[in-house]
Structure formats: C-alpha cells, structure tokens
C-alpha cells in the first residue's frame, strides 16, 4: 500500500510541476491543491473531532496558512520601507549619485549599478521596485553603450544580491527550516560572495568581450525621473540601516524596518510624513500581495509533507536524497541547481521549501540544507523565465526572456557550485 501511495504523491509532484511549467495552473492556486492531494493520497483525514488527530482542515489548510506568518510580516514591512524610499525620493538620488560618478563609460556604470541597486534591493524587491529602478537605470546605461540585453541582466543581477541579503526574506529559511535569525543571517555572506563575485565577472566580461552598442535610447520618463529634486545627502544611508541592525546588532526584522522607516522619515523630512507612511504601507501590501499568497501554499504544502503519515511514505526517497559526504553535497545542489527555475524541485518559492524540510527532517544538517537551498535560489532569481521581473526586463529591453536565461545560467550554477564547495568545507 506505501508503495502505492508513494507512487502516487511522486506522480503528483510531476503533475503539479508540469502544469506549472506549462502555465496551465499558476503556483499560487498549484501549492495548496498539491498539499491537499498528498494528504488525501496519505490517508490523513478530512476533518476530526480529536483535536490530536492531524487533519487536513484543521492541520493542512487552517494551520499551515499561518504557518509561514514570520516570512509574510517580513514581506510586508519591507515591501512598505521600499515604497517609503521611493516616495521621500531616496532611491531616485541615490540612482542619479552612482550615474554621476561613474560618468558615461559602459563599465564602471553596470558596476555601479550593480553597487548600488544590490543595496536599495536589499532594503526592498518586488516587482514594483524593480520597475521603479530598472526604467531609470536601464536607459542611462544603454546611453552610456551598454547592451540592452546585459543592462537588463545587471538589473536581475543586483536583484539577485539584494534579496539575498533582504531583511523581507530571511523568514521564509527562519519558517521552512526553524533556524533562528542569527544563523540564517550569519551564513548570507557565504551565500552572496559567490553570486557577487561570479555578477561582476559576468559584467566585465559581457562588456569587454562581447562588444557594446551605440549609445542610443528614447526614454522620457527616466529622464523626467532623473531630474527631480534629491533629498539631502544623509538620507542616502537609509536603505541599509534595517540590514545593518539585522545583520550586526541582530534586532529582530519587524523591529528593525520599523526602525529604519522612522529614520528615513527622519533624515529625508518628507512635507506629509503620515501620508507618505500610510499610503506606503498600502501600496506595500498591493506590491506583495501575489508573494503572500504564494507564503500560504507554501505552509500548507509543508504541514502536508511534514504529516507523520506523508514523511513515512516519502522517506525512502528523502533518505537516497541525502548527500552522505561533501562531494555529494556539492554536487547534487551544484548540477541540479537549474531544477530551481520553472517553479521546480529547488525552487524556494515552490517545491523547494517542501523537499528541503523533508531532507532536514530526515536527518541532513538543517544549515547545510539552507545554504543549498538559497543557492540554487540564486539560480531561480536571476534566470528563471517564469519570473515577473524576468519577464518585464526582457519585455523593455526588447528581447526574448529564454535569451535571458541562456546568457546567465551557466555562470549562476558556477557561482552556486563555488559557493557549495566553500559551505561544504564549513558545515561538513
């Protein structure tokens, strides 16, 4: 009967992540049915009477929803400190800053770009920021005869760094992996230097080797933006002050946004400050919305996985998943880090968080299982096609997102690999 249901489950995984790849059943609505059909396929029960009895009412939908509760706040709060840095015009300056320091040569301003929009990423990412910071900085480095093509990538690569180190998303490893904030934020760096060092690679080369254009670009709008008034100069550190309490004074992430909204508040003395705060908030919600509710099916598929009676059926297949050494750590996360795009196996905002909490439950180090996983998430979120801001990228620079994905993935999976080597030395 295992046997069965095990097939099963494998066969609903496949399913569920074809039809996703296809876009035939978008993630938000494929995670909670796949949790509520591993469950079912399990033999848990619908509902109960005993509150001891694992259910999928009460256990699957109802406290798996909530599960994911310190990821959902992080998302919230950073979402509204992003549009609070917008709003005051923190971000804008700091854009125009780093444009006029590196002039209008095509090297150092990819590079300074990537600087500087890995660190407004950090405080905030999304879709919303990334358009906000992609149609100013992407024509200024088109006109200065960067490509296109590689100034959209600079802007998927500082995205990359950013949200590895955003304080928005470190709850989702502290929710999935039940590690506290000071080990997920103590082993950042191990994840970000690699994807650092293989993005500034990846631009010199592009720009040296394979040509530049001629610096033309129509954009009437990033040249309006360009031209509003900075704020004062000291408002500028804003953007890192929530990483730096996280990070180094290790405040928790609500507090610490929080803090950092107050400062900017401070620093930039926007005309409405309360309007600024209560419209940001507002729009910081709308901005994360999607996110959320792809936070809910995560929870719900990890209380379905994590049911005695679905970790018993699986746990053949989680135990030959194991790497036992650290040969096989670096190579299992490293070559299969692509299964991260297309909302697959690896992917964090997908199966990943499922599959990976399995494997720590199963006995795999719980930071050796976190670092892979956020990896291979930088794999997912600078190559994937399935991505929002992958798709907006290639749609105004006027390229194919697929083309994207060829020019990046191979250097994303060289950086995922160095950085396995460099974890499985520390953690094994």
Not at 80 to 86: A, D, I, R, T
Not at 184 to 202: D, E, H, K, N
Not at 299 to 323: K, R, S, W, Y
Not at 413 to 424: D, E, F
Request: overall charge neutral; hydrophobic content about 60%; aromatic content about 6%.
């Amino acid at each position: 009967m295992e046997t069965l249901q095990l097939v099963l489950i494998l066969l609903t995984f496949v399913v569920m992540v074809g039809l996703m790849m296809a876009r035939k059943l978008p993630t938000i609505l494929a995670l909670p049915v796949m949790a509520i059909l591993i469950a079912v396929i399990a033999g848990i029960p619908l509902m109960s009477d005993d509150p001891e009895t694992f259910s999928v009412t009460a256990n699957v939908l109802e406290a798996g929803a909530m599960r994911m509760s310190t990821a959902i706040a992080g998302l919230v709060f950073g979402s509204w400190f992003g549009k609070v840095l917008s709003k005051v015009g923190v971000t804008k300056t700091i854009i125009k800053k780093a444009a006029e320091l590196a002039g209008d040569r095509p090297l150092p301003i990819a590079l300074a770009f990537l600087a500087v929009c890995s660190i407004i990423f950090a405080a905030s990412n999304g879709l919303g920021m990334v358009i906000l910071v992609g149609t100013i900085i992407i024509p200024i480095m088109i006109s200065a005869g960067v490509s296109p093509l590689v100034s959209g990538i600079v802007l998927l690569l500082s995205n990359g760094i950013g949200v590895t180190f955003s304080v928005g998303t470190l709850g989702v490893y502290i929710d999935v992996l039940g590690l506290p904030l000071d080990t997920v934020t103590g082993y950042s760096w191990l994840c970000g230097i690699p994807l650092i060092a293989v993005a500034v690679a990846m631009i010199v080369y592009f720009i040296k080797f394979e040509g530049k254009t001629r610096k033309a670009w129509m954009m009437p709008n990033a040249s309006s933006s360009m031209s509003e008034r900075n704020v004062r100069t000291i408002a500028l550190v804003s953007p890192i002050l929530p990483v730096l309490l996280v990070f180094i004074l290790k405040v928790p992430l609500v507090p610490s946004v929080i803090a950092g909204i107050i400062i900017t508040l401070i620093l930039s003395t926007p005309k409405n400050p309360i309007h600024v705060c209560s419209s940001a908030f507002v729009e910081g919600i709308q901005e994360v919305a999607g996110a959320m509710a792809l936070m809910i099916g995560i929870g719900m598929l990890l209380n379905a996985v994590m049911a005695p009676e679905v970790a018993t059926i699986l746990q053949p297949v989680i135990n030959a998943l194991i790497p036992t050494n650290p040969i096989m750590y670096v190579l299992v996360f490293g070559l299969l880090s692509p299964l991260a795009i297309y909302r697959g196996p690896l992917n964090v905002w997908g199966l990943g968080s499922g599959i990976i909490a399995l494997l720590a439950a199963a006995g795999m180090n719980p930071i050796a299982a976190m670092v892979a996983l956020r990896l291979d998430s930088n794999v997912q979120a600078v190559c994937d096609p399935t991505n929002s801001q992958n798709v907006w990228v290639a749609d105004f620079v006027k390229v194919d997102v697929n083309e994207i994905l060829k020019k990046t993935l191979l250097w994303l999976v060289v950086s995922t690999i160095l950085g396995l080597v460099v974890a499985a030395m520390v953690v094994y």
